[in-house]
């Protein structure tokens, strides 16, 4: 059972949640997690885009000066830029093998993650409050 090794834990129990960054379980479990959360806020954030097309700015601030608008445009945006980075980084973690290179990628990634999702906020807020 132990194979030599002086344990008397089974080859599951030593295996288990040590996968190959040790935390894959975690990442499946948040894509997956965003995705609930974009599925369910994608009809009140299709409808509120089809309510601002075609209107000028004034409509667009009065649309979007309604705090319920406003919190429904950024939860959506906080979860579809979580779940990009995250679907980016297993595509980077998977096929980009140099270490220094990946470190990288995976760091740029983060970063233009989280720029496309504080820009997208930023411009919520901004209309929302009418400036």
């Keep these: 059972m132990s194979q030599g090794s002086g344990s008397m834990r089974t080859p599951i129990g030593r ?6 960054a040790h935390s894959g379980t975690k990442d499946f479990f948040r894509q997956r997690l965003t995705a609930l959360a974009m599925l369910l806020l994608f009809i009140p954030a299709l409808v509120v885009v089809m309510m601002l097309l075609g209107r000028n700015h004034a409509a667009a ?4 000066g ?11 945006i906080i979860a579809s830029a979580w779940h990009m980075k995250l679907g980016m980084q297993v595509v980077i973690e998977d096929y980009v093998h140099d270490e220094k290179l990946k470190l990288a990628a995976i760091i740029a990634n983060t970063f233009f993650s989280a720029a496309v999702g504080l820009a997208s906020i930023y411009a919520i807020i901004k209309l929302s409050s009418g400036v």
């Design 61 to 64: 601030v009065q649309i979007l």
């Design 15 to 20: 295996v288990r949640g040590l996968g190959a």
């Design 66 to 76: 309604s705090p319920l608008v406003a919190v429904i445009m950024i939860l959506f």
